[in-house]
Every structure is written in structure tokens, then in C-alpha cells.
């Protein structure tokens, strides 16, 4: 896998950002207004063959990919450049494709930045007059008349009943209203070919909108978060208090998968077959997500800067109207969630847009593949309809038969070196493997809470311990459980009052422990202790491994809604030795920080996210509405549609987690954005997808609606185990927006 762009593909984003943070500074652009087009800017661009782009070579163009015309709209979207831009790349490409020996000249003055060269979104057939983006400045308008493509000389257009084709609006951008059926027109073309080429250039210029309000977006919230570090309010900049940077942490996991997600459209387009429907969605989707992920940055952003940013002093305000034109000139964006579920489940057929090499590769790779394949034969054989029966995706889905099966196998901890049971995988393999384990619905808690406490050991266990403990854990007689949260302690786990003191030559611990989950068939528990009160609170603590048959210690069962047992357990004069211990007495932080780093690290619930559209699709094609398949409905299919989109963005921001991971990239909140957003829209989906199938769903039947059923219930505690929603929001402000510490100090 490689998120990396080419080396070439850097240089023309360092160029282009350059000379846009130069050329469309904010004083240029509010020099733009009212008519919002930049000349000077403009045939800058062109000199810089930025309107060349994605004309064939053969016509005198770049002929460079949509990736990299994604690339520069990012920089276009960030310095609020004033002028048609996205219109341009793609009605540039469309007169060189469908006019190049007639249209030569007007092509040649396009690319020059000579002349402005747009296109018409709807069919004058139908819409013969219609708002035009650039329409105010063009030259021309390429556009579909019936079944024709036509040049529309935009000059002769009349304008709406204003009489002024560069009439104020929202942002101050050169749209029109113009009457192009009655304009002077030349054919580009008369045939099938001609249609198919203009059907791709409106797909094409989706995913450079879409480019365009990420980069927009990104720049808003940057530009709220300076003002939140340096804004005081009560003695304290404004960026400490939650109800300012939880939103902004919210608005930048959005955006990065936004961002990711055009990507991913382009790469998968690249790959695609005729009449790819995921593909066909996905142009939908990624210009619908970011969108509306526009839409909510530059609101928050404002509300961050407060009466400030009302006033025309600050960028904000340009940002934010801007947000709103750009997204809104095709209509209203929901159209476009309405128009992936066509795509997805109303058998829609779309032409894809011709996208060249996509650079970026979202591959895990051969190894994983061979690893995911093994796994995927070794459960096939093994889990009879009898362990399939008493599957259960927590702790009370553990079987120690196939726990220790999979010991043998060497596929219980494959990332662990191979002197201690396990093969060395790579993260990639290893995450090939999380598919597999999701695709059978076998438990994998018990192994990812022994796999950290494992490795802890490995790195903080004295020589014995290792011996007595990390000996069963790799033969698979032992697994672990967690005891870090205590009953009036919450999330805060610096408030820990489970006291362990000096006996003799080992330690007394005395305390109690909740939600520790597997506790009652777990042969160890991570302790976190209290051993110093004389020193704050965060630099008093120790940690060791606990067995759980030790005298003194007592389980009771914690049964929640969601079918699973968790545990309160209770330790009373509860004596192990000193080899126990992990880590230096007092120096308990520096070990648990390791182990949340683990637990922290981009956890996923996109497998289970997956799943669960996948069981809805099929609970709506079986219940009949109005006399149809609930699939055939356009709000059913908007609804499928949407949560189809949270998979999409779930899985891109955790491929860029696990890529920036195994990169070694400086840590920006990617685990956190990770864990915390699929958990969210989990949640969000398991709610809504419940709703739209009830009241089949009601059902814990066997089959799609007990799966459903199962997915709501589980999906309520995703955002609370492994740290809930509201820390990782505060981990994300801090490191992916520089926002000063929130928390507890």
C-alpha cells in the first residue's frame, strides 16, 4: 500500500501552492468581488498549464491523470481561486476529444487563458435556461442539446430577467443564468460517442468539486484552530474547552476521509469494469460527503471565531460562502445521495470518466493476501455449525479448542517475532487477517487483549514472568484480561484507588476493577495500581500482571443489553510476586502508554460496518413495501446509499492509519480518527438501517434481521470500550490540529 504521491505529482502541488498562496492570496480574492474572476490569476494558471492538464497530448495538452487535476483542485479549494477552474479542466478536455481539428484555435486560446471555456450542467432540451458556472466570464458553454453536443457561443446567451449577466450572488463567483436554447450553437457532436465522452466530463468535474471543497474545507478549520490557540477566554485560549475542539476534530476526521475518499474513487475507477456500480457510486458519494462536509467545517469554523467571524475583517466569512457556491451550482447535494443509490441498487448504468494512472496504491499487498487465504481455509475447516452456533462477537464468543488451534497454526499472534510463536507478519498482513476474522463473525477480543498484554510483557515483563506467563500465552492455555477502569473512576484512569503495597519481597494488591471483560475465563489481568499517594496522581501508579486464580480474588458478572458478560472484580489481600511487576515501580504511565498506544493504534469497525449494509440490502430486497421490494424505494436505496458512504470513509481513514503506521509518519491522530469515527458512524448506521427495515428488524431471528439486530446492540458500545468517543476527539484536536491539551493534566 502507498498513499504517497509521485515525486512529480509533489513538485506540481508545491508549484501550484506556491504561486495560488501568492497569486489568490484573500486580498486578491476579495479584490475579485462581486464578479469573482481573477484575469491576472487566470492566465497565470494557464501559463503554468494548469488548463491543459487533461488534454491529450496529441491536442497539445498535459495529459496528466484525474489524480493529479485532484491534486491541484485542493490547492484551487484552499486559496479560494476566483474563477471557473474545475469547468475549465474538463470542458478543455471535451473540445480536444470532440472537436479537435474544428475547434482548434478556441482550443488553443482555452489553454492559453485567452478565453474561458465552461459547460452547461443540464440538457437544454430540457432546461433551456439554467444556471451556468463561469457562465458570467465564458466564452463559450459546451453542452448537451438532446441528442447532440453542442458549443453555445455564450455571448449571444440571454440573461435572466435581471439583464445583467454578472448579476451579485451568494460568494461572489461568475455564475449565470443564461438562455442557452436560443444562443447561436455549432455541433461538436451528433453520435452515441459524443454523449458517452460529455457523460464522463459531468463525473469527472464531481471528483474535482469534491477535490476542491476538501481543500477548502482543510484550509477553514486550520484557519479556526490558529484563532482557538490564540483566542483567551477566562484566562485560557479558547481551544481547551471541549465545545470548541471536539467539533473541529470532528470537522478534520471528516475532511482527511473526504480527501481519501476522492482518492480512492479515482484509484477504484482506474481498475473498474464497465458498468462497476461501486465504482459509479463512489463519484456520488465522495462529491456528496464533501459537500456537506463543507458545509458543517466552515459553519463550526465560523462559530470558532465567534461575532468576528461575521465581519468582513477576517478570511472566515470568504470560506464559508464560498463552501456553500461551489457545492450548491449542481443543486442540492442530497440529489447526489439519491443518485448513488440508484447507482448501488437501482441498476443505473453509468459512464465512468477516463482517469489515467492513479499513482497511489491501496493494496495490502501478496503476503496478505496468502495470509488472509490460509486464515480464511483454517476457519472453513474448522468451525462446525456447531461453534459457528456459539459465536458471539465479545468475550463469550471464546472457544479454547480454536484458541488453541489456532496456537498450533502459528495464526494466533502472527505479528509477534517467530522465538515467541508467531511469524513476523507485517501490519498490512495482519490486517488482511482482521478481515477474515470479521468474515467468519469469530470473536477476536480475547486475542487482541492477550496479543497487547503479550507483547507488554515482552517488552516490560521481567525474565520470569515471561517464562511462567508469555509460555501459556503462545501455546494458547492462557488469554488475558484488562483492568484499568474502576467503578467511580470512569475514563479518568489516573484516579486510581486499587492500592497494591510492599509484602515482603512481592506486593499486596486491595481494590476492584469494572468492565473487565473476560475476567471469568481469563487466566491474567493487566493490573493498574496505586502505589505512591504522596506524588501526583498520574506519576504514583504501577502495573502488573495479575492471575486470576490467585486467592482473594472474586468475579461478578456485569450483564449488558448487548447480550455480553463484562465482570467487576473484586481483590482483597491479593499477593503476587515482584517478577509481576512491568516496568519500574511509580513508572506505570510510561507502560500503560504503551499499551493504549497499542489499543489506540486505528482500531476499525469497517468489517462490521460492511456486514451490516450487506444484511439490510437483503432484509430490503425481502420486505415488500407498497407492493414492491423495499430495495426499489428511492428513500430506502438514498438510506442504504448513505451508510454505504460511511463504509467507504471508514475504510479509507483506516487504510491511512495502518499506511502512516508502517511508514513511521509523525503521529497526527490517525488511530484516534480511526477508532473514533467508524465507531460513530457504526452507531449511526445501526440506528437509521434499524429503523428503515423495521419491524422485521425487531426480530433476533436467524438471518439479516437478527444480524441487524446484533449490529444495533453492539454498535452502542464501540464508542465507549477502548476510550470512549469524547477522548479520542481531544487526542485528535491536539495532535492532527495542534490544539492545547483538554484533558486532565
Not at 484550509?219 to 475542539?245: D, H, M, N, W
Not at 452507531?683 to 422485521?696: F, K, N
Amino acid at each position: 500500500m502507498n498513499l504517497n504521491l509521485s515525486d512529480d505529482q509533489r513538485m506540481m502541488r508545491e508549484n501550484f501552492a506556491r504561486f495560488l498562496t501568492e497569486e489568490s492570496s484573500m486580498s486578491r480574492v476579495r479584490a475579485a468581488q462581486p464578479g469573482g474572476f481573477d484575469q491576472r490569476l487566470w492566465q497565470g494558471l494557464a501559463d503554468m498549464g494548469a488548463f491543459s492538464m487533461r488534454v491529450p497530448e496529441a491536442s497539445g495538452g498535459l495529459e496528466l491523470g484525474l489524480l493529479d487535476a485532484a491534486v491541484f483542485m485542493e490547492e484551487v479549494g484552499r486559496t479560494l481561486a476566483s474563477g471557473p477552474v474545475a469547468e475549465t479542466l474538463v470542458a478543455t478536455r471535451l473540445l480536444a476529444l470532440l472537436g479537435a481539428e474544428s475547434q482548434a484555435a478556441l482550443l488553443d486560446d482555452a489553454m492559453s487563458g485567452k478565453s474561458v471555456v465552461t459547460i452547461a450542467f443540464h440538457d437544454i432540451a430540457d432546461e433551456p435556461m439554467q444556471w451556468v458556472p463561469g457562465g458570467a466570464v465564458a466564452t463559450k458553454v459546451i453542452a448537451r442539446n438532446g441528442s447532440k453536443i453542442v458549443l453555445v457561443d455564450a455571448a449571444t446567451a440571454a440573461v435572466s430577467d435581471s439583464g445583467d449577466r454578472t448579476e451579485e450572488n451568494l460568494a461572489s463567483t461568475p455564475i449565470a443564468e443564461l438562455h442557452l436554447a436560443d444562443a447561436t450553437q455549432s455541433t461538436l457532436s451528433g453520435d452515441e460517442s459524443g454523449l458517452i465522452e460529455f457523460a464522463k466530463a459531468l463525473e469527472e468535474w464531481k471528483l474535482l468539486a469534491a477535490a476542491a471543497l476538501s481543500g477548502l474545507s482543510r484550509e477553514a478549520v486550520q484557519l479556526a484552530a490558529a484563532y482557538a490557540c490564540e483566542r483567551e477566554a477566562f484566562g485560557q485560549p479558547i481551544g481547551t474547552y471541549q465545545a470548541i475542539s471536539h467539533p473541529l476534530a470532528d470537522r478534520i476526521t471528516d475532511i482527511d476521509g473526504g480527501k481519501y475518499f476522492v482518492w480512492k474513487t479515482i484509484h477504484d475507477i482506474a481498475d473498474a469494469k464497465p458498468g462497476d456500480s461501486e465504482a459509479a457510486a463512489q463519484i456520488s458519494l465522495s462529491a456528496w460527503w464533501n459537500a456537506k462536509t463543507a458545509s458543517l467545517a466552515v459553519s463550526h469554523s465560523l462559530h470558532v471565531f465567534g461575532g468576528y467571524g461575521l465581519t468582513t475583517e477576517y478570511d472566515i466569512h470568504l470560506y464559508n460562502l464560498r463552501a456553500k457556491d461551489w457545492a450548491l451550482i449542481l443543486g442540492d447535494p442530497e440529489r447526489l445521495l439519491e443518485e448513488a443509490g440508484r447507482r448501488l441498487y437501482g441498476g443505473e448504468v453509468v459512464q465512468l470518466p477516463d482517469v489515467g494512472e492513479a499513482h497511489i496504491d491501496f493494496d495490502l499487498g501478496e503476503q496478505a493476501r496468502e495470509m488472509g487465504a490460509e486464515l480464511d481455509a483454517f476457519f472453513t475447516k474448522t468451525l462446525t455449525p456447531e461453534l459457528k452456533a456459539k459465536a458471539h462477537y465479545s468475550f463469550d464468543g471464546f472457544d479454547a479448542g480454536v484458541h488453541r488451534k489456532l496456537a498450533q497454526a502459528k495464526l494466533l499472534f502472527p505479528d509477534w517475532p517467530v522465538e515467541w510463536g508467531g511469524r513476523a507478519a507485517p501490519p498490512y498482513a495482519m490486517s488482511a487477517l482482521s478481515h477474515v476474522w470479521e468474515k467468519h463473525q469469530w470473536s477476536h477480543h480475547a486475542v487482541g487483549t492477550t496479543s497487547m498484554v503479550g507483547t507488554m510483557l515482552r517488552r516490560f515483563g521481567s525474565d520470569e514472568a515471561k517464562r511462567d506467563i508469555l509460555s501459556k500465552i503462545v501455546a494458547g492455555e492462557a488469554i488475558c484480561s484488562l483492568g484499568y477502569s474502576e467503578p467511580h473512576s470512569g475514563s479518568d484512569v489516573f484516579a486510581v484507588k486499587t492500592r497494591a503495597t510492599r509484602d515482603g519481597d512481592g506486593w499486596r494488591i486491595d481494590g476492584s476493577k469494572m468492565f473487565t471483560s473476560g475476567a471469568n475465563i481469563a487466566q491474567y489481568v493487566l493490573m493498574l495500581t496505586r502505589t505512591n499517594s504522596d506524588v501526583a496522581k498520574h506519576k504514583g501508579l504501577t502495573m502488573f500482571v495479575v492471575p486470576l486464580d490467585a486467592p482473594g480474588i472474586e468475579v461478578q458478572p456485569v450483564y449488558t443489553f448487548q447480550e455480553e458478560r463484562t465482570n467487576i472484580t473484586y481483590y482483597e489481600g491479593v499477593k503476587i510476586p515482584d517478577s509481576y511487576r512491568l516496568g519500574d515501580v511509580d513508572a506505570g504511565l510510561k507502560v500503560m502508554a504503551a499499551g493504549l498506544e497499542l489499543e489506540h493504534g486505528g482500531g476499525s469497525f469497517a468489517g462490521h460496518q460492511r456486514a451490516m449494509v450487506d444484511a439490510a440490502v437483503e432484509l430490503c430486497r425481502e420486505i415488500r413495501y407498497r407492493g414492491r421490494p423495499l430495495i426499489e424505494d428511492p428513500i430506502a436505496q438514498k438510506r442504504l446509499a448513505k451508510s454505504m458512504a460511511h463504509f467507504y470513509l471508514t475504510e479509507m481513514i483506516s487504510r491511512r492509519s495502518l499506511w502512516s503506521s508502517v511508514e513511521k509518519l509523525p503521529n497526527l491522530g490517525y488511530g484516534p480518527m480511526a477508532k473514533m469515527f467508524s465507531s460513530e458512524k457504526f452507531m449511526e448506521d445501526a440506528s437509521d438501517l434499524l429503523d428503515l427495515t423495521a419491524p422485521y428488524s425487531l426480530s433476533k431471528r436467524h438471518g439479516p434481521a437478527g444480524e441487524l439486530n446484533l449490529c444495533y446492540r453492539h454498535a452502542q458500545g464501540t464508542t465507549i470500550y477502548g476510550g470512549t468517543s469524547e477522548i479520542h476527539r481531544s487526542m485528535i484536536a491536539e495532535r492532527a490540529l495542534g490544539l492545547p491539551r483538554s484533558r486532565a493534566k
